[in-house]
């Protein structure tokens, strides 16, 4: 099992990710730099291209991997504009039959938590997400960056 519950306290369960990074031969295949929300739209089409070879026509619906992808990079890159400290990462990397997002921060003080008991629309819902949208999640810090990542399979 990936995640250990407990209580914080507060009446809330909160969740661990493993700590673990991502699969060690796995290729960088893109990489970028955000300092603000304003520039997820960018990433977003950024994300798709990079995955499709092709760029994101504006209502056009994406393919079930693509998707999902898209979705939690969003999701996790958030969370480290939001309760990080800049720039925030998001590489793209390609192991043995997977994709993995890798989102980092400069916050070394803070772990990622998964809180369970908060009402759904008050927001801290982006790491349950990606543990449902993606095939693994962890985390692991550097001496500088705090990582979290998720991993897709690659058609």
Known sequence: MRVKWAGNGNGECVGQLRTSPPPPVAQELHVWVLHTSAELRALRAGLHEALTGHPLLAGQSLDDIPERMVLVATELTT???????????????????????????????????????????????????????????????????KHVWASFRAR
């Not at 504009?81 to 043995?96: A, C, E, H, N, W």
């Open 79 to 145: 969370n480290a504009i939001k309760y990080g400290r800049p720039p925030t990462l998001i590489r793209l990397l390609r192991g043995d039959g997977e994709f993995i997002l890798d989102v980092a921060d400069h916050d070394l003080e803070n772990i990622p938590e998964l809180v369970d008991t908060r009402p759904v629309n008050a927001g801290g819902r982006g790491l349950a997400l990606a543990l449902a949208l993606s095939l693994d999640v962890g985390w692991y810090a550097t001496t500088t960056t």
